[in-house]
């Protein structure tokens, strides 16, 4: 798969219009002279969503925080207080 970009305007494509086709379709609308190779990120930027802004935390909400431990999930030392059988 290969991404190209128009550089010239046709009656069915407007310059810019970026499009994801394989190889063996990109080099030959290439070599017609009406589209040139461009990078995928120039695809995925023209496809994606923008996002318009960021969204900021008001300044007198607390912050929460997670201890990570070492221990594996399944062992027996991350209980506190182990039950004991009375039989």
């Not at 990078?39 to 925080?65: A, L």
């Amino acid at each position: 798969m290969k991404c190209i970009q128009s550089i010239k305007a046709t009656k069915n494509v407007q310059v810019g219009t970026v499009v994801r086709i394989s190889e063996i379709e990109a080099e030959s609308q290439v070599k017609s002279g009406y589209w040139k190779y461009t990078p995928k990120s120039e695809w995925k930027s023209s496809t994606r969503k923008k996002v318009e802004g960021v969204v900021e935390k008001p300044k007198g909400e607390p912050t929460v925080s997670v201890e990570a431990t070492t221990e594996p999930v399944g062992s027996n030392k991350s209980k506190k207080n182990p039950q004991k059988n009375n039989s």
